[in-house]
């Protein structure tokens, strides 16, 4: 698909949208300073998106924030699309969208109405914005719901609206979702996650901050997680889980009530194949290397004795909880 562009972002020769250095930022206030965001650096290209994950707290809003020119860093450098967001703001801001967290649209209008005052909004010329209205409508897949009332739409739809409203700025080359599916039904998630995937047909850049690890997953092409303000890890979704010291997991039910037998090949399997138990969760078995004929041997031995035993690869959660911390990974 062409993109909307009327101005030309100049965006640096190797398709970075954001370039982001070094950047910190730490709150003032009566108890005390509070470090938000330590040194950060991160790019994210035209096509690509990025998923910004951690637990509530971790600084995720507040690096946002500051990437969309809503608050001044304490150190460091952002730059949209070749421009520096903190010299030039209102240039740079020209060629970024935000939609902030817990955002929700209660307007009076319809669908098509409330699209057409933002693109009116957001400098779409006279002549062309009912053609963009109705590009809109079709890629957000709103059209069927173009003459109800915005407000009376379902959670789901009503996130379809935001993102349609936001990619209704005609030279926009970033795009800032803060947590786009909190609090969004599990089908209007689906719905949610598909329509971003699609936009990577328009070739903006993509950066979303989630705490919902199958969002990483589903959406983005690189996850950069975050805890106390820091990045603690950052690559593909296969690189991140490559970090762990195992492949994969071994899951127990019921180790209580094993059969004599039964315990003693756990107590085999733990001691040649254990490198650690998670922490409140003894079921847990990680195995460095699960798919090896030996171990799977050890496990059919394990069915046998009537014990339910799950071998799975280990997942960006699994690589998630051993960075994060098992306990900010039990946050909602
Ligand atoms: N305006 C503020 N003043 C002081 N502290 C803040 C402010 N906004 C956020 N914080 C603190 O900064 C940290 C990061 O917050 P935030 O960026 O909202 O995290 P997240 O979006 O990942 O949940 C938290 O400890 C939060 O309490
Ligand atoms: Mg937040």
């Not at 637990?55 to 460091?76: D, M, S, Y």
């Not at 903190?86 to 020209?94: C, D, L």
């Not at 593909?236 to 004599?260: K, M, N, S, Y």
Request: with cysteine; glycine share 10%.
């Amino acid at each position: 698909m062409e993109p909307l562009g009327s101005r030309t972002a100049p965006v640096p020769t190797d398709g970075r949208v954001l370039t982001v250095r070094g950047l910190s930022k730490t709150y003032s206030g009566r108890t005390g300073r509070k470090v938000a965001n330590d040194s950060i650096d991160l790019d994210v290209s035209a096509g690509e998106i990025v998923a910004l994950l951690g637990p509530n707290g971790a600084g995720k809003t507040t690096f946002l924030r500051q990437v969309a020119g809503q608050l001044l860093p304490t150190a460091g450098s952002i730059e949209v699309a070749g421009v520096d967001m903190v010299r030039s703001p209102r240039r740079a801001k020209e060629f970024l969208s935000v939609i902030p967290q817990e955002c929700e649209p209660r307007s009076d209008l319809t669908t098509e109405e409330h699209l057409r005052y933002f693109a009116r909004l957001k400098g779409e010329t006279r002549g062309s914005i009912a053609a963009t209205v109705e590009r809109l409508l079709t890629e957000t897949g709103l059209a069927e719901h173009r003459g109800k009332l915005v407000r009376e739409l379902s959670g789901g739809l009503r996130r379809r609206v935001l993102l349609a409203v936001a990619l209704s700025g005609p030279s926009t080359r970033l795009l800032l979702l803060d947590e786009p599916t909190t609090g969004v039904d599990p089908e209007g998630r689906r719905s949610v996650w598909r329509l971003i995937d699609a936009l990577r047909a328009r070739r903006i850049g993509i950066l979303l901050t989630t705490h919902y690890i199958e969002e990483a997953e589903y959406l983005a092409d690189r996850v950069a997680i975050i805890n106390g303000g820091r990045l603690v890890a950052g690559g593909t979704v296969e690189e991140i889980r490559a970090t762990l010291p195992f492949r994969g997991r071994l899951e127990i039910r019921g180790l209580d009530h094993l059969t004599p037998s039964a315990r003693v090949l756990v107590g085999e399997l733990e001691s040649k194949y254990r490198v650690s138990v998670r922490l409140g969760n003894a079921e847990r078995l990680e195995i460095v290397d699960p798919f090896r004929p030996e171990v799977v041997q050890e496990l059919a031995h394990l069915t046998t004795e009537g014990v339910r035993a799950t071998l799975s690869p280990v997942s960006l959660e699994d690589a998630y909880l051993a960075m994060v911390g098992a306990e900010a990974g039990e946050l909602p």
